[in-house]
């Protein structure tokens, strides 16, 4: 299996502009997360969904943060106007119910605003 | 609520043992992680150990869990340059399934 996919893997923008993060997990997993890296708060759990369907979100940050899992292959988090306090590294990971509920990560998107 | 805690930094000499500590308030954790983080990667799960377990051994790594003091510890023998990286400890529920990540602690490694 190729593992979770991330797109952009890097992306620099500017202030006010809207970004989206994309997300494939591996096949057959039922469980989606979505993580924010900073150096400040280190690792944050934003939202996650199980079976497509959104389980928790407390860890949105504010209404600007939306996301999505149209599907059992694909995922979105968008940043809707982004700021610089956003520039962080979002990780994508998925796991299957069982074997450990192990969670595999996706090698992140690097996201700068400036 | 749930939480991880761990020291930030650790230096230990090539060759010796390493041995990274973690402290968790869960008590109904299922599932306990260590994860591995190289410089601009993502997370690489090390070992897991499932809570009813005290011990468990993968080659150069040793886990070794005290539930009643809700500690955990992750050894890694003979560590080598390679070893350099942020190792997160991480625990579970088994009923909510989210998993709560600790800081990290940085493992450096001298020579």
């Known amino acids: 299996d190729a593992g979770v996919i991330q797109s952009p893997r890097h992306e620099v923008t500017e202030m006010g502009q809207e970004v989206t993060l994309r997300c494939k997990p591996i096949?057959?997993?039922?469980?989606l997360f979505w993580y924010r890296q900073t150096m400040m708060r280190g690792l944050e759990l934003l939202i996650y969904?199980?079976?497509?369907?959104?389980?928790?979100d407390s860890g949105m940050p504010e209404d600007r943060f939306s996301a999505k899992m149209p599907n059992a292959s694909f995922s979105t988090l968008k940043i809707q106007p982004s700021e610089p306090r956003d520039s962080a590294v979002y990780f994508c990971?998925?796991?299957?119910?069982?074997?450990?509920?192990?969670?595999?990560f996706g090698e992140g998107s690097w996201l700068t605003v400036v | 609520g749930e939480d991880v805690e761990q020291s930030l930094f650790l230096s230990v000499r090539e060759g010796d043992s390493s041995v990274i500590n973690c402290t968790y308030t869960?008590?109904?954790?299922?599932?306990l992680y260590w994860y591995k983080q190289e410089p601009g990667a993502g997370l690489q799960l090390l070992t897991y150990?499932?809570?009813?377990?005290d011990m468990k051994q993968d080659q150069r790594l040793t886990v070794l869990l005290n539930k009643k003091d809700k500690h955990l510890s992750l050894r890694i023998a003979d560590t080598q340059t390679g070893d350099s990286a942020i190792y997160f400890c991480?625990?579970?529920?088994?009923?909510?399934?989210?998993?709560?990540f600790g800081s990290g602690t940085r493992l450096s490694i001298r020579p």
């Open positions: 990971a998925s796991s299957l119910v069982g074997a450990g509920n192990t969670i595999y």
């Open positions: 096949s057959g997993h039922d469980y």
């Open positions: 969904f199980n079976n497509n369907v959104p389980i928790d």
């Open positions: 869960d008590s109904s954790s299922t599932y």
């Open positions: 150990i499932f809570s009813n377990m």
């Open positions: 991480a625990e579970r529920e088994s009923s909510a399934s989210k998993i709560i």
